[in-house]
């Protein structure tokens, strides 16, 4: 679960019996458009919150009690989401999401991954040096601010320092002298772009996990399956200064008053039930063109897995005989083989569900509407034939730059020795 922005997922799951179920209706939302793009159609599928409740700047609403996790007091993403679920800033998450902080915590003599961690008091909680929680506090259209000052006469060059010189005033004008972090995002490939403002708390501490044998059951075979029964989570507290607000780590500070928290039901739940998720999900490639999956499948993805296979395979061998450095590699190791996984199942299910074909018949469909007008076809009749090119092109130099970035400077102390280079500059 890597970086980026908050939207909301509406999903609506309806279980028809134990071995089957209708798919839930799927598709991401920024939450400021909920009422207007999709609100009436959550209402009918079983949805009692109203839009105000769910996404409000002038009251506390859900977005209050969702926050974006990150190892920086000014992320420009989130690697991921946590919920806010009392009114002592506790925190939940998932523990995959909280393994390289426990991974941190541990060592042969306090073996967290091991045997999980419980903070019995406040006192107990452990202090995490870069973990941060970043609160939505507003977001707005800022498109129009943007394209104002850009024009079709303009070089790429100049078009994209154009592009973030008005980035960075806009985020500056938002900040209110330093008192929230401010970032302007780009979305459907830069023909939009929206402002977020964020509050961040960086005094997080870890108060529990269980053992991984738990939170992680079934490792990397299971993830990506569903069904999948594992215990993932982990639990947090947000802490603030004594007025409520950010401060870095100090005795004096106190756990957080969140504007909203999630409530905890007993209930269980029921057929028929509405369920959504609101996150910080990253980016998408859902618009790539055929020419781009088949290059993923031929290219991208087979060197990638290869490589990963065997730089996991490498770590394993060393991991399994030492478990210092078992508990060491924990984290970085866990990292590498869910997105080795996640390859091959994308790689999987691209080919069950055609989806080459599928993007064809898309862009034979915007072909025939180009076709139709003598602008269009001037404006965007190469297209589809220059993305086709830029993708052959790269076929050629993937495997060498891959093999190169992970093969050569993969190891860590490679990166390690590049922080020296500072050193010669002084």
């Known amino acids: 679960m890597k970086k980026f922005i908050m939207m909301l997922s509406g999903l609506l799951l309806i279980l028809t019996n134990l071995f089957s179920f209708t798919p839930p209706d799927e598709g991401m939302w920024l939450p400021m458009f909920v009422e207007r793009l999709n609100y009436t159609d959550m209402q009918q599928m079983g949805l009692k919150l109203t839009a105000e409740e769910i996404y409000s700047i002038n009251n506390s609403s859900l977005k209050d009690a969702i926050v974006g996790l990150a190892s920086s007091a000014t992320p420009n993403g989130y690697f991921c989401t946590g919920e806010i679920v009392s009114e002592q800033g506790l925190m939940f998450t998932n523990h995959h999401c909280g393994y390289n902080i426990i991974q941190q915590h541990s060592s042969l003599e306090h073996d967290y991954l091991k045997d999980g961690f419980w903070a019995k008091s406040f006192e107990e909680e452990l202090v995490n040096e870069a973990l941060s929680a970043s609160f939505l506090i507003n977001m707005d259209d800022v498109t129009d601010s943007i394209f104002s000052q850009l024009s079709d006469t303009m070089s790429d060059a100049d078009r994209r320092s154009k592009i973030r010189e008005v980035r960075n005033k806009l985020e500056e004008n938002a900040t209110e002298d330093g008192k929230y972090h401010v970032v302007v995002k780009s979305f459907f490939a830069g023909n939009e772009y929206y402002r977020f403002v964020y ?228």
Request: no cysteine; proline share 5%.
């Open 199 to 426: 509050e961040v708390f960086t005094d997080v501490r870890l108060v529990g996990a269980p053992p991984s044998s738990i939170g992680k059951y079934g490792g990397d075979t299971d993830n990506w399956m569903w069904p999948r029964h594992t215990g993932d989570f982990s639990i947090f507290r947000v802490y603030a200064a004594t007025d409520g607000s950010p401060s870095d780590y100090s005795e004096d500070n106190v756990p957080l008053k969140p504007k909203h928290h999630l409530p905890i039901s007993l209930k269980g739940m029921e057929k028929d039930d509405f369920a959504m998720i609101w996150g910080y999900p990253g980016g998408t490639d859902r618009y790539m063109t055929s020419y781009g999956v088949q290059f993923s499948l031929d290219k991208y993805n087979p060197a990638l897995i290869d490589l990963l296979g065997k730089r996991l395979e490498i770590m394993k061998s060393e991991m399994d005989t030492n478990r210092d450095v078992d508990i060491k590699y924990a984290s970085t190791y866990a990292g590498l083989a869910n997105y080795w996984k996640y390859l091959i199942g994308q790689s999987k299910g691209v080919k069950n569900l055609d989806v080459v074909e599928k993007k064809k018949n898309i862009e034979n469909v915007f072909s025939a509407w180009v076709e139709k007008d003598e602008t269009l076809i001037e404006q965007y009749g190469s297209a589809l034939d220059d993305i086709k090119e830029g993708y052959k092109t790269m076929a050629g130099s993937v495997d060498p730059l891959l093999y190169y970035s992970l093969g050569l400077s993969g190891p860590s102390i490679v990166f390690y020795t590049q922080e020296f280079s500072q050193l010669e500059k002084q």
